[in-house]
């Protein structure tokens, strides 16, 4: 993550991710508000994108550590370097170690999906703990760093530890929209944050950010809120748009049907008519 570009391909998948978590529960919540209270058999369509998004996950992680270790200047699976009596490449260590986790996570999800013998809510519990651990390596990788360096990512652990704490919500309260709106709006935050970081940290044009000037810290802690607000936004915004979707096209199914329905007497009679006539 030395790079701008380091910082831009995982902000790149959270966005990615925030939106399609949006557009998802949206479209679960709408089902679950036309169904019958008896009726809570989840639809193909729902675990397809269920298999979709544990598969798509447990690739992305597999190809996160693969790359992390296998590198041309990565570890290459080797810890420690018993020559010189070193570690090798924890960064990238760390790095892989964040990826096993969601993999752990992508795996829960396919798992529990597919089989009913898995407890309600692992899918959930893996992901609490997987930004967690995300959290938690970030927290440490930061020490000793400038005061800007050190605070912009102590930031980004404010969207990582409240996805984790919401996300431990979920498996104790199911199908909240709330909750579930609230982590894609967390993982928006948290992906556009990572652009955040990139651009301060490796801008792209422009004089570099002094990393010591407390007037920087006070902008980017400012800029952090209007990223929150942003993602409170987005989600907004795409969600009314899901919703709004989904009730013209059930609208317009229900004016088709009835009017086949007021149709088919008309039809019937029209018919019998026809057959009398045909009788004199």
Request: aromatic share 20%.
């Given at each position: 993550m030395a790079n701008f570009g380091g910082?831009?391909?995982?902000?790149?998948?959270?966005?990615?991710?925030?939106?399609?978590?949006?557009?998802?529960?949206?479209?679960?919540?709408?089902?679950?508000?036309?169904?019958?209270?008896?009726?809570?058999?989840?639809?193909?369509?729902?675990?397809?994108?269920?298999?979709?998004?544990?598969?798509?996950?447990?690739?992305?992680?597999?190809?996160?550590?693969?790359?992390?270790?296998?590198?041309?200047?990565?570890?290459?699976?080797?810890?420690?370097?018993?020559?010189?009596?070193?570690?090798?490449?924890?960064?990238?260590?760390?790095?892989?170690?964040?990826?096993?986790?969601?993999?752990?996570?992508?795996?829960?999800?396919?798992?529990?999906t597919a089989s009913k013998m898995l407890p309600v809510g692992i899918d959930r519990l893996t992901l609490s703990i997987a930004l967690f651990v995300e959290g938690f390596l970030f927290y440490y990788h930061v020490h000793n760093r400038a005061p800007l360096d050190a605070h912009i990512h102590s930031l980004l652990l404010a969207a990582v530890f409240s996805g984790s704490a919401s996300t431990m919500l979920e498996v104790f309260i199911r199908d909240n929209i709330i909750l579930e709106l609230l982590r894609a709006c967390l993982f928006i935050l948290q992906g556009s944050w990572f652009y955040q970081i990139g651009f301060v940290l490796y801008p792209l044009r422009g004089p570099d950010w002094d990393l010591k000037l407390h007037d920087n810290v006070m902008f980017v802690t400012m800029c952090f809120c209007w990223h929150l607000a942003i993602a409170l936004l987005l989600v907004a915004c795409t969600s009314s748009v899901v919703w709004l979707t989904l009730t013209r096209f059930s609208a317009e199914s229900r004016d088709i049907e009835i009017g086949m329905r007021n149709t088919s007497p008309k039809t019937g009679s029209q018919k019998a008519l026809l057959e009398e006539s045909e009788e004199e």
């Open positions: 910082h831009a391909i995982p902000g790149s998948f959270f966005l990615i991710y925030g939106f399609w978590l949006t557009v998802k529960h949206i479209l679960q919540h709408y089902w679950r508000k036309n169904q019958l209270k008896g009726r809570r058999a989840m639809p193909p369509l729902f675990k397809r994108m269920e298999y979709f998004e544990g598969g798509f996950t447990i690739f992305a992680s597999f190809v996160g550590i693969m790359v992390e270790q296998f590198v041309v200047d990565g570890p290459h699976a080797h810890l420690f370097d018993y020559e010189n009596g070193t570690w090798v490449k924890l960064m990238n260590w760390q790095h892989s170690t964040m990826y096993l986790f969601f993999l752990i996570f992508g795996i829960a999800l396919v798992a529990s």
